[in-house]
């Protein structure tokens, strides 16, 4: 069998794709690595910016959307693709476990957390080095803990730290936040959290914990360690596209090069959400760019249809 699209990944941007797809009558296939929808937003503890939903939970928005996709009849299935071969007039997607083929593919994989790469990152990840506020925050009750970075993540990562922790550091390179001005606002009001500017990270120390931070602050040129006993790296994103290299044009971040239609350079294959060049990585332009995606995905096969 031959399916219409594949879409693979399943974040706002491949669920919004999924649900167009089956509005569309395309045969439509979701192939999601982990057995659970909804990508990046599924660490997120709020989502305060999508329209008609103020401050839903991010597993929420992730689970609606999944549901909406699951209504619309998508097909989901949970595999790793480990390649894809794009022939002429359709493409192969290969898994660990199958082969499928397929006339159309909207690469949907999202992106990752990004590493700060310093000495006692790797070694005490899982110990106190984490990714993750909303996963393991609660490890750190009561405690003081670090943040790092001065994006929306970091700036609501620490919001969140701060409500159960006693002391939060919000640790950042420059002297100016990037992420949202109200974000900015309501850290700066918040007592627990103290910003602690121009300083760079340098050594993660602990024996089998985290217990301090080495600290450089570039403008004052002065080094100092900073007892704490979790550290949440929040600097931002890597694209995910192991599996697009080679295949489709990738710019010097490793970004698919794709505009608003998600047309990348080969005929048939998409980018859809986080994973291709733009300027605003959020929830809303991933699901716009599932649905431009599909109107890309139709246009295609239209005219194929007509050669
Ligand atoms: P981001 O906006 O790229 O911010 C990364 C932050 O980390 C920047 O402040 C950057 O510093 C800092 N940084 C990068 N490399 C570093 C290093 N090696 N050492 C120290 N600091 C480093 O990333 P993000 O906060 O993860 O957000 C990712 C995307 O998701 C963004 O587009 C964001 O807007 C979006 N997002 C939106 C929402 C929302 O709308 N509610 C929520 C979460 C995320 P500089 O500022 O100096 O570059």
Same mark, same amino acid.
């Given at each position: 069998?031959?399916y219409?699209?594949?879409?693979?990944g399943s974040?706002?941007a491949?669920?919004?794709?999924?649900i167009?797809?089956?509005?569309?009558?395309?045969?439509t296939?979701?192939?999601?690595?982990?057995?659970?929808s909804g990508?990046?937003?599924l660490?997120t503890?709020?989502?305060?910016?999508?329209?008609?939903?103020p401050?839903?939970?991010?597993?929420?928005?992730?689970?609606?959307?999944?549901?909406?996709?699951?209504?619309?009849?998508?097909?989901? #299935?949970?595999?790793? #693709?480990?390649?894809?071969?794009?022939?002429?007039?359709y493409?192969?997607?290969?898994?660990?476990?199958?082969?499928?083929?397929t006339?159309?593919v909207?690469?949907?994989?999202?992106?990752?957390?990004?590493?700060?790469?310093?000495?006692?990152?790797?070694?005490?990840?899982?110990?106190g080095?984490s990714y993750?506020?909303?996963?393991?925050?609660?490890?750190?009750?009561g405690?003081?803990?670090?943040?790092?970075?001065?994006?929306?993540v970091?700036?609501e990562?620490?919001?969140?730290?701060?409500?159960a922790?006693?002391?939060?550091y919000?640790?950042?390179?420059r002297?100016?936040?990037?992420g949202a001005?109200?974000l900015?606002e309501?850290?700066?009001?918040?007592?627990?959290?103290?910003?602690?500017?121009?300083?760079?990270?340098?050594?993660?120390?602990?024996a089998?914990q985290?217990?301090s931070?080495?600290?450089?602050?570039?403008?004052k040129d002065k080094?100092?360690?900073?007892?704490?006993?979790?550290?949440f790296?929040?600097?931002?994103i890597?694209?995910n596209?192991?599996?697009?290299?080679?295949?489709?044009?990738l710019?010097?971040?490793?970004?698919?090069?794709?505009g608003?239609?998600?047309?990348?350079?080969v005929?048939?294959?998409?980018?859809?959400g986080?994973?291709?060049t733009?300027?605003l990585?959020? #929830?809303?332009?991933?699901?716009?760019?599932?649905?431009?995606?599909?109107t890309?995905v139709?246009?295609?096969?239209?005219?194929e249809?007509?050669?």
């Amino acid at each position: 069998m031959r399916y219409d699209v594949i879409i693979i990944g399943s974040g706002p941007a491949g669920l919004a794709a999924a649900i167009y797809g089956m509005r569309a009558r395309l045969q439509t296939l979701v192939i999601e690595k982990q057995p659970m929808s909804g990508g990046q937003i599924l660490n997120t503890y709020e989502v305060d910016n999508y329209p008609g939903l103020p401050g839903i939970g991010g597993f929420e928005i992730g689970q609606k959307f999944r549901e909406h996709a699951d209504k619309m009849g998508a097909e989901f #299935v949970t595999a790793e #693709v480990l390649k894809i071969e794009a022939e002429a007039d359709y493409k192969k997607i290969i898994t660990e476990k199958e082969t499928y083929e397929t006339r159309t593919v909207i690469l949907a994989t999202g992106a990752n957390h990004r590493k700060l790469g310093v000495s006692g990152e790797e070694e005490l990840a899982g110990m106190g080095v984490s990714y993750c506020a909303t996963c393991d925050g609660a490890f750190f009750r009561g405690k003081t803990v670090a943040v790092i970075g001065g994006g929306d993540v970091a700036l609501e990562d620490a919001l969140f730290l701060a409500r159960a922790c006693e002391k939060v550091y919000l640790i950042h390179r420059r002297d100016e936040f990037r992420g949202a001005k109200v974000l900015v606002e309501a850290v700066k009001k918040q007592e627990n959290i103290e910003i602690i500017w121009d300083t760079i990270v340098e050594r993660i120390n602990g024996a089998d914990q985290v217990e301090s931070l080495s600290l450089y602050n570039r403008k004052k040129d002065k080094r100092e360690d900073k007892k704490v006993s979790g550290v949440f790296i929040a600097v931002g994103i890597v694209p995910n596209t192991e599996i697009a290299k080679g295949i489709v044009e990738l710019d010097e971040s490793g970004y698919i090069i794709a505009g608003e239609d998600t047309v990348t350079n080969v005929p048939g294959i998409f980018a859809a959400g986080d994973v291709r060049t733009k300027n605003l990585r959020q #929830v809303i332009t991933a699901a716009s760019d599932g649905a431009n995606a599909i109107t890309s995905v139709e246009k295609y096969l239209n005219m194929e249809a007509q050669n």
